[in-house]
């Protein structure tokens, strides 16, 4: 073992315990499809925030964590759930109005308030 995959095995912080998790699912060896899948998504009803920031970051703080504890390649998907309903109004966008009368259609419906897409 290497000094830096020792010291990931041995670490307290939060991403290594989750990444150990991980592997303890993988003692008898790696899954067949050759990799572990790490999955984030958010609800894009507003513009980015630190939110949705954290919730990709702390899957890729686990993931990065795993790649240490392990030679089992890993993938990640990220996705976005665009149909979920319009639930509030952003205050950080034009047309305030127009996007009211959107209010729980699914994000893919909502029109552009920006009036740069169709």
């Known amino acids: 073992m290497t000094a830096m995959r020792d010291a990931a095995l041995a670490s307290k912080a939060w991403p290594f315990e989750e990444a150990r998790r991980v592997l303890r699912r993988f003692e008898a060896g790696p899954p067949e499809k050759g990799h572990v899948l790490f999955q984030t998504g958010y609800g894009p009803s507003g513009l ?12 890729t703080m686990v993931r990065r964590a795993f790649e240490l504890v392990s030679d089992i390649p890993t993938k990640l998907v990220c996705f976005s759930d ?5 639930r509030k109004v952003p205050d950080n966008v034009p047309n305030k ?4 009368e ?10 552009d308030p920006f009036g740069t897409h169709e």
């Open 97 to 100: 109005e127009q996007m009211h």
């Open 48 to 59: 980015p925030h630190i939110g949705t920031f954290g919730e990709v970051a702390r899957t």
């Open 102 to 111: 959107d209010m729980n259609l699914p994000l893919t419906r909502v029109r």
């Open 82 to 86: 665009d149909v979920d309903g319009l």
